[in-house]
């Protein structure tokens, strides 16, 4: 559960970042960074480099996509396990994406956020966003079995 000031920490932070310029610059850099999670975006074309995957408009596109999916969490934080079990569920049965990987993408985003708003992400702040991103995490890790 979370205290009221976990709570507004949340909303305040997510209400700053801007879903079309964070989302993709995170799922770039998982790609980048720990490159054998490209073997699930095979069809995304070509991932041969840096810039190659930071210019992908496929890569790009997905990135809204995930960010737009954190959107339901800071909108339902007493009810994460619920709203990601669909998803959960896809990306374990459908996607066969190894759960392991929704930490690397978890730690890629807090890494982004941090570079881009500095000293104003205090440590405080940045200790709520990564407790919010593990409940995130156990979520979408929930149906796997
Ligand atoms: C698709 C959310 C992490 C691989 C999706 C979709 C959403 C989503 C909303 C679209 C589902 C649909 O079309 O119905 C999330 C969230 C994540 C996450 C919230 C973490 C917090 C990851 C990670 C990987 C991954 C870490 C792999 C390293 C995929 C793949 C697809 C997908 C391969 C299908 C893409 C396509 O064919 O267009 N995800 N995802 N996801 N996700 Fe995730």
């Known amino acids: 559960s979370w205290s009221?000031?976990?709570?507004?920490?949340?909303?305040?932070?997510?209400?700053?970042?801007?879903?079309?310029?964070?989302?993709?610059?995170?799922?770039?850099?998982?790609?980048i960074v720990y490159p054998w999670t490209q073997r699930y975006f095979g069809q995304f074309g070509n991932l041969n480099s840096a810039a190659a995957i930071l210019g992908n408009p496929k890569v790009t596109a997905h990135g809204k996509v995930v960010l737009n999916?954190?959107?339901?969490?800071?909108?339902?934080?007493d009810n994460i396990k619920e709203t990601y079990s669909k998803l959960s569920q896809?990306?374990?049965?459908i996607l066969s994406v190894d759960p392991d990987?929704?930490?690397?993408?978890?730690?890629?985003?807090?890494?982004?956020i941090a570079n881009k708003?500095?000293?104003e992400f205090t440590?405080?702040?940045?200790?709520t966003w990564q407790k919010f991103l593990a409940v995130v995490v156990a979520a979408m890790s929930s149906r796997y079995f």
């Open 69 to 77: 999916a954190l959107d339901n969490a800071v909108k339902n934080l």
């Open 123 to 127: 440590p405080e702040i940045q200790a």
């Open 90 to 93: 896809l990306h374990c049965e």
């Open 101 to 112: 990987n929704f930490r690397l993408f978890a730690d890629c985003l807090t890494i982004v």
């Open 4 to 31: 009221q000031s976990e709570r507004s920490a949340i909303v305040e932070l997510w209400d700053k970042i801007n879903i079309d310029e964070i989302g993709p610059q995170a799922l770039a850099r998982v790609l």
């Open 117 to 119: 708003f500095g000293a």
